[in-house]
């Protein structure tokens, strides 16, 4: 089933995110409808915050992406950590599902050692780099509660604030299915 992306301003987007056990009620089938969701929104990373479940799961399949290493890796993460990050920090152009139409330079270092157990609940403790570490960070960055704007500086954030307004406000142009923060 697809599910609805939080956009921009919905609280859950900023909270730190909860472990979960193994029987975690219905884990499996929001695992699937997360897949189905990030393929139907044409995305490449998607955490469970960004559809309204503040818990620290997130999927990644880098196979859109030319020349991703490994290839057409497809990969869920329970309860990841981020043990280790190094390497020359580089600045490549990111963008997020839950803010739309928003594309932004951001620093990453480029290799990282992350613990996490798969779907069936195997711990593993991996090293990646290049892309995969980089749309592992920025998954990992929404169980923590923070999105890619807060990496970029200041003055940038400033000039987006108008259009950070508008994608909370649900005053955006997007193609799949979207939840908007309530205003009262």
């Not at 056990?21 to 929001?30: G, I, M």
């Not at 990644?60 to 020359?88: A, C, H, Y």
């Not at 990111?94 to 139409?101: F, K, R, V």
Request: aromatic residues 10%.
């Amino acid at each position: 089933m697809i599910l609805p992306i939080y956009a921009y301003g919905s609280p859950v987007l900023r909270k730190k995110c909860e472990d979960i056990s193994a029987d975690f009620p219905n884990l499996k089938e929001l695992i699937a409808n997360m897949y189905e969701t990030m393929y139907d929104s044409n995305g490449i990373g998607l955490a469970a915050p960004q559809v309204g479940v503040a818990v620290r799961l997130f999927i990644i399949d880098g196979s859109p992406i030319e020349n991703i290493k490994p290839v057409k890796f497809r990969q869920t993460f329970i309860n990841p950590l981020i043990l280790n990050e190094w390497g020359e920090p580089w600045r490549y152009e990111e963008g997020c599902l839950s803010i739309p139409t928003i594309r932004e330079n951001v620093m990453r270092r480029p290799e990282l050692t992350i613990r996490f157990w798969d779907e069936d609940f195997k711990q593993h403790e991996v090293d990646f780099d290049g892309m995969v570490a980089r749309i592992i960070q920025h998954e990992y960055d929404h169980i923590e509660g923070k999105l890619f704007v807060d990496h970029i500086s200041p003055l940038k954030r400033n000039l987006l604030k108008g259009k950070l307004a508008n994608i909370s406000a649900g005053r955006v142009n997007h193609d799949y299915k979207m939840k908007f923060p309530i205003r009262k």
